[in-house]
């Protein structure tokens, strides 16, 4: 049974309870609201089991297949990967033969451990992997996540979870069938000032958050054929891609899910790159209480912020969502908090959680209810009309 709100209903005292007895508070290395807030609970012991079994060979590191060699897998996941305490790259999945070759000879792979799309499936027989994770062009990842998980394949799927929210639904069937896990890469869930904005907003430290503006945008140049302009492959432009990001800001700063909302989408000037997918679109979340968030994404300008008013304080993050170099400030000061890996530590969260039969913070339900919420807003900018959620 899915349950997308399930994130802000669920025990967070018991849970914390639980969790302080499992990792010791601070051994998590995350704030604990924010774990709590995300959790769910059903559990997957069998496959824990199995995986456990599996791993044995690098000292009950998992192993993990990258699937789609593209710049996130090359220049972020790959590197990470090489950081990891208890997963490491066990394998690889490409369509392009030289790319195989050079990450064989890189990572030193074994033959037995590279596959293509169309020896995909094969992965089911290979004890060395534990963990796929889709980095394919959104319009892939449910075809893709649905066949890992047949495999019996514990899962990672990349942000957006999928274009549509029957895909997402697809993709949970699959993985409660098969009795494996599903997380999503929200790898701002690993990152401290992202977590602090957690701890500001859920925990009132400055009161009840009333406000909240959140961006992100970037110049969208190069191919004009590429698939992130391509309906059916990116699902839609910058809101799929870069607006998640504020979607998901919004929430994990309120802790609870919005109620409804308006949308509008920009002027359209460089109609050669967006005859499929918008150029930008502005948003407003309503929360229960009555707080909004304004929220805006463009492939046509630079901007990452996410911030906050609440009764007695402020806080603001810029640049908010990228790899490194996060900065932070309060009404009382710059937030002093360290640059961390963000892919190695969501990598090894997952693969933790399995290995001590745990449930992740960033499961695919949550990835599914953002993309309820993206279907919302496209709603909301196609009529014109104020749409309420039911999450
Ligand atoms: P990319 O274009 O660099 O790579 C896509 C890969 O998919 C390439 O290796 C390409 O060869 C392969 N591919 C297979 N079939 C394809 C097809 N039909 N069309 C196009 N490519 C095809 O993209 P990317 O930036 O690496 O993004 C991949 C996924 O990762 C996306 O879902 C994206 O949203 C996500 N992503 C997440 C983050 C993050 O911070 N979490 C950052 C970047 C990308």
Redesign the pocket.
Known sequence: MIQTNFFFRHNRRRFLKDLSLAFGATAVGVPLASFAASCQSSGSEKAATQTQQTGQQQQQKLGIALV??????TH?LAPALQETEHCYLAGIV???PAKAAEWKRKYNLPDKNIYS?DTYDQIADNPDIDIIYI????G??AEYTIRGAKARKHLIS???MATSAEDCRRMLQACQENNVRLSI???LHFEPHNQRVMELGQQQIYGPVQEIEAADSFVFSGDPN??RLDKE?AGGGPLM?LGIYCVQGAIYTMGENPVAVTAKYGNVTRPEYFDEVEQSINWQLEFPGGARANCRTSYNQNEGLLSAKAEKGWWRLEPAYS?SGIKGETSEGSMELPQVNQQARQMDDFARCILENKETRVPGEMGLRDVQILEAIYQAAETGERVELKL
């Open positions: 789609g060699l593209g710049r996130y897998a972020q490409t369509g392009t799309y980095v394919l062009p959104n892939m990842h990349e942000k957006p890469g929200y790898r590429a698939w492959l891609d790899y």
